[in-house]
């Protein structure tokens, strides 16, 4: 199998502080979902940042095939790699219906029109909500809105960071689910970043863990059936402030 996106030696430093990412690499297949996790500070929206093209990085970014790092976010857009940033950040101030177009300001207007019905298939909460303004959804429904935004883009890789923040757990089983049926009936690859390993394993693949910037360990999906498999990642790679979480 190609990989869709594959990541060599990636390494974020800000300023001249501490380096908050250090030589990661990883891989992502086509129509795969790769999930980022660590506690808070381990550099994880760094990495998804740099993928995007929103903060300079060093190392290889290779996106079917060919190399990316030297790429605006615009141009990146283009080629099919949308970020959907944490704390959905929708422009609370436009309607629903705005923020969704929004995301597919590239497109003819009548694929955007078709893509936006679609969005609203796979989120019918919103299409009561579409010409109200997006500060008035619930987080839940801001989160879905983040998300079908980013997705008018008709991504080929999504990078989704921390759907699950500030969401009551009830809401965050409904983006998760709503995720895992947009990602089983589509050729769309996720890098997902997050700190629930209970959700992510709905939804990943392959799962990386991250510390302080490196990449620690990893486990398939398949590795994680059992509870006490599950409490020993939680012990061994993401601790106690994760373990409420998970
Ligand atoms: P969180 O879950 O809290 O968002 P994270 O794993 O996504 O954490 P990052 O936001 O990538 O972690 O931060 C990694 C490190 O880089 C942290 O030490 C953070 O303080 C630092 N950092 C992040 N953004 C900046 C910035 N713009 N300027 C300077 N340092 C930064």
Known sequence: MTDLLAVHDLSVIYGT??????RVSFVVGPREVVALLGANGAGKSSIMKALAGLVPARGELIFEGEPIGGLTVRQRVARGIVYVPEGRAVVGSLTVRENLV???YQLPATQRRERLTAMLDLFPELTGRLDGPAWRLSGGEQQMLAIGRGLMAGPKLLLLDEPSLGLAPLLVRRVFDRLAGIQQGSNLAIVLVEQNLQMTMRLADNI?????????????????QTGSARQEVIDAYLGSASHNAA
């Open 17 to 22: 502080q501490a380096q908050a990412v250090e």
């Open 208 to 224: 990386h863990f991250l510390r302080s910037g490196r990449l620690v360990g990893h486990r398939h999906r398949s590795d994680l």
């Open 102 to 104: 929004l995301g597919g």
